[in-house]
Structure formats: structure tokens, C-alpha cells
């Protein structure tokens, strides 16, 4: 089924340059074993689906993909680049063990029969590299990059990894007293607060983040403290 969507997607897909990247890294998966094409199928079918999903589960997924890049930078780390996906196995099982932190496809890595066995050096390598890679305000920073691309850029295959009516709908589900639902929304009074600035046109009609919003959000999802 997952397959079937990505290649719909794909095949559907208007804009060629994102097109062509979709194909490559679909095709690239099937160069290496079973264990890599079902992550890399899995990977896209996440990221394309991810658009029809509501606004939590769609942060979910990106939390979710955000831990995934993280587990692959500490594996480049630890065993290098060439590191076969047996090797990704350990290191993802060892991040749960040594970090409590659970990636989603830990079940298969676990069962992995060809799991490697990490050095103490390897395992220590590994566990800082994901930390440095996992930080609370790396994923903050991305979800407000998404949240204020430029609308008005005319950019083709411009990509979304959140959808703008999605998180007015969620705003308006989760009100309290401590979050105004209006805040998603550019505030001339709080520009210092903003990476950048929004194009007038857009002010009071499409959402733009603050940092310290952004933040609130996560907060009420339970993602940060």
C-alpha cells in the first residue's frame, strides 16, 4: 500500500525538479537490501502523506523524521558513511538504551538478526553525534521555516511539511487562556521576536511564527517542556 501511494504521488507530481528527486531517492533504495527499501519507502510515504494528515499528527510525523536524521548522522559518526543498514540497526537500538529516546522503526532494527555489535567507542561516538543533531530548537528553527515560507514568491513545488489551514484548525480546537489563537499571525508590536519579517500583504491573512510561539505550540503537544 505504502509503495502504491509514493509511486502515485510521484507520478502525479506537476513539478519535474521535485519529481526527478522523488524518483532518485525511491530508486536509490532499491540498489541496497530489503531493510533499506522498506525505510526508504516507508520515509516517503511519511513525507508525501504527510499533507492530508491533521495539523498534531503531522508534527508527529516530522518529529518523527526529524529523529530519523538524527539516528543517520550519528551512525556517519560512529561507523562512517559506507555503514551498512546492520550498523544503523545497532546504533538505533543503542539510542534507546542509552538515551531513552525511541525512533520509530525500532521493532525491526531490534530483530535485525545481523544487528552489529558497537565498541564502547563507537557507542559513545554515537550517542553524542545524535544529541548534538537532536536539539529541541533545531526542530523549532524547522518548524517555523516551514510554517513562513515566503507564499507570495511564486516558487514552484513549493513543499510544506505543515499546512497552513491545518494549524488555524488546531489553533481554534486548542484554546486557552494562555495561548492566544491569534498569535500565529504576524505582530507588527513583537518584530524582534521574528527571524524575519513577513510581506505586508500577508500580514493578518496567512500564519507566521515567532520563535516563542512556535515554542507554546510544541508545549501544548507535550514535544517540549
Known amino acids: ?25 525511491l530508486a536509490s533504495g532499491f540498489t541496497a537490501c530489503q531493510a533499506v527499501q522498506q525505510r526508504v519507502i516507508y520515509s516517503l510515504y511519511a513525507r508525501l502523506a504527510n499533507i492530508e494528515l491533521d495539523f498534531e499528527a503531522q508534527m508527529f510525523k516530522a518529529l518523527s523524521q526529524f529523529k530519523h536524521r538524527a539516528l543517520d ?3 556517519v559518526f560512529a561507523i562512517g558513511k559506507n555503514a551498512d543498514p546492520h ?4 546504533v538505533h537500538v543503542a539510542v534507546l538504551e542509552e538515551l531513552g ?6 521493532d525491526a532494527a531490534f530483530m535485525d538478526k545481523d544487528r552489529r555489535v558497537l565498541t564502547t567507542k563507537q557507542r559513545e561516538t554515537a550517542m553524542k553525534a545524535f544529541l548534538r543533531s537532536f536539539s529541541a530548537q533545531e526542530f523549532i528553527l524547522e518548524f517555523v521555516q516551514d510554517i513562513n515560507q515566503d507564499k507570495g514568491s511564486g516558487r514552484a513545488g513549493l513543499v510544506r511539511n505543515f499546512g497552513l489551514k491545518k494549524l488555524c484548525q488546531w489553533v481554534s480546537e486548542h484554546k486557552k487562556e494562555s495561548f492566544d489563537p491569534y498569535s500565529i499571525y504576524y505582530d507588527e508590536k513583537k518584530s524582534s521576536e521574528y527571524a524575519t519579517h513577513q510581506s505586508k500583504k500577508f500580514r493578518s491573512m496567512v500564519p507566521f511564527l515567532s520563535f516563542n510561539v512556535a515554542r507554546s505550540i510544541l508545549k501544548m503537544m507535550g514535544i517540549t517542556t
Open 87 to 90: 550498523w544503523r540497526s545497532a
Open 1 to 25: 500500500m505504502c509503495l502504491g501511494y509514493v509511486l502515485y504521488k510521484i507520478i502525479n507530481e506537476k513539478d519535474t525538479r521535485r519529481k526527478k528527486q522523488l524518483t532518485i531517492e
Open 73 to 75: 548522522t550519528a551512525v
Open 101 to 106: 529516546v525511541e525512533v520509530d522503526g525500532y
